[in-house]
Every structure is written in structure tokens, then in C-alpha cells.
Nanobody
């Protein structure tokens, strides 16, 4: 089992920045691919960014990075817009191929709220 805990969410004005963190514990492995997804009220969960064990990223609008020594993955979000408001989830997968589908991931965090005011 792998446990994922997100942090770094909060309220920010449009144009501002936030950095989300996801700390992994349990049977962690640097070979896991890690991803970030988000879900706004009334909408489906959508892909944000992903990164493979090698550090190669599947890029979305924001920048993803990882520190394997700390079992932590980050999501740097700049130039935030009100439409970025959502709960952001971290996910880990052992056999991720594309990285953009939530069904590729085995473990999920509980999410962190990001609210962008206009």
C-alpha cells in the first residue's frame, strides 16, 4: 500500500502562484509514475500533469517535478485563473503508460482545495 498526502492548497488571487506537494509513504517506490488531477464541482476529474520515474513529464498547463529521495512530487502552478479552482489530487501508478487517464493510477490522495479568486 502507498499513502499519499497532498498539501499546499489554499486561496489565491488570479495571477498568483501556488506550489502543491504530495508526500508518499508506505511501500513507496521511485519507479512509480506520479500524477496530478483536479476536480471542480459538478465536473469530471481531469488530468493536470504527470511525471515518470525517470523524471520525464507528461506536461499539462502546470509544472510537475519530483524528489525521489524525499518521496515527494510537486506541482508548481503559476498565472492561476478562477477556472483553476478545484480539488487537486495526487496519484501514483505502477504501470502508467500514457499518464493522462485516471484509470492508470493505483493510489490516490484525499485532495487539497485550490481556490482562485477573481
Amino acid at each position: 500500500q502507498v499513502q499519499l498526502v497532498e498539501s499546499g492548497g489554499g486561496l489565491v488571487q488570479a495571477g498568483g502562484s501556488l506550489r502543491l506537494s504530495c508526500a508518499a509513504s508506505g511501500r513507496t517506490s521511485s519507479s512509480y509514475a506520479m500524477g496530478w488531477f483536479r476536480q471542480a464541482p459538478g465536473k469530471e476529474r481531469e488530468f493536470v500533469a504527470a511525471i515518470r520515474w525517470s523524471g520525464a513529464s507528461v506536461k499539462g498547463r502546470f509544472t510537475i517535478s519530483r524528489d525521489n529521495a524525499k518521496n515527494t512530487v510537486y506541482l508548481q502552478m503559476n498565472s492561476l485563473k478562477p477556472e483553476d479552482t478545484a480539488v487537486y489530487y495526487c496519484a501514483a501508478g505502477r504501470t502508467v503508460v500514457d499518464g493522462q487517464s485516471m484509470y492508470e493510477y493505483d493510489y490516490w490522495g484525499q485532495g487539497t482545495q485550490v481556490t482562485v479568486s477573481s
